[in-house]
Antibody, heavy 113, light 112 residues
């Protein structure tokens, strides 16, 4: 069964850093592009980052320079390193496979003092 | 960035009746490979999004055939032929042709 499980969320102060992880099973993370999508409380979906099967990455402007997506094919894991966190980064963060046919349950990040 | 505009944003429906959600893109979603990458997602209360439709009109595995997708140029439509109680939730369109991927604002479907 193809599955994604996100971990690493929590309460963090503004300006802090956090690394989210996404464990994949049933497929290899390098076989398709992998994305992070977030959803602020009561709001819609916002795609933020992708790592292509070839390894190159792309980030939306609102997180560019602060967030970094990466993967570890030996562990079959996807990551999102988040630095210089702001209150507006508060959201549930989902990882998703390829054309978003598979999503994890999400992990909650709260940025607050 | 491509702007995806959904309407209506709220859709009260009667059980057993049809429902329709529209999504308009600010530019063509026809990819250089000839495909149109427009997807529809359902997000039930308290759950992760679930893809229902990909490439405009293809249903994902396990999606009931009461869900259908269509297009007319840059206008896309998700139709539910007969709404059931389990269809309550928020529906999003998303374009997968251009980077960054962009979603519509969401349409909340509720039972009257």
């Amino acid at each position: 069964e193809v599955q994604l499980v996100e971990t690493g969320g929590g309460l963090i102060q503004p300006g802090g850093s956090l690394r989210l992880s996404c464990a994949a099973s049933g497929f290899t993370v390098s076989s398709d592009y992998m994305s992070w999508v977030r959803q602020a409380p009561g709001k819609g979906l916002e795609w933020i980052s992708v790592v292509y099967s070839g390894g190159s990455t792309y980030h939306v402007d609102s997180v560019k320079g602060r967030f970094t997506i990466s993967r570890d094919t030996s562990k079959n894991m996807l990551y999102l390193q988040m630095n210089s966190l702001r209150a507006e980064d508060t959201a549930v963060y989902y990882c998703a496979k390829g054309g978003m046919d598979v999503w994890g349950k999400g992990t909650t990040v709260t940025v607050s003092s | 960035d491509v702007v995806m505009t959904q309407s209506p944003l709220s859709l009260p429906v009667t059980l057993g009746q049809p429902a329709s959600i529209s999504c308009r893109s600010s530019q063509s979603l026809v990819h250089s490979d000839g495909n149109t990458y427009l997807s529809w997602f359902q997000q039930r209360p308290g759950q992760s999004p679930r893809r229902l439709i990909y490439k405009v009109s293809n249903r994902d595995s396990g999606v009931p055939d009461r869900f259908s997708g269509s297009e007319s140029g840059t206008d896309f439509t998700l139709k539910i032929s007969r709404v059931e109680a389990e269809d309550v939730g928020v529906y999003y369109c998303m374009q997968g042709t251009h980077w960054p991927r962009t979603f519509g604002q969401g349409t909340k479907v509720e039972i009257k």
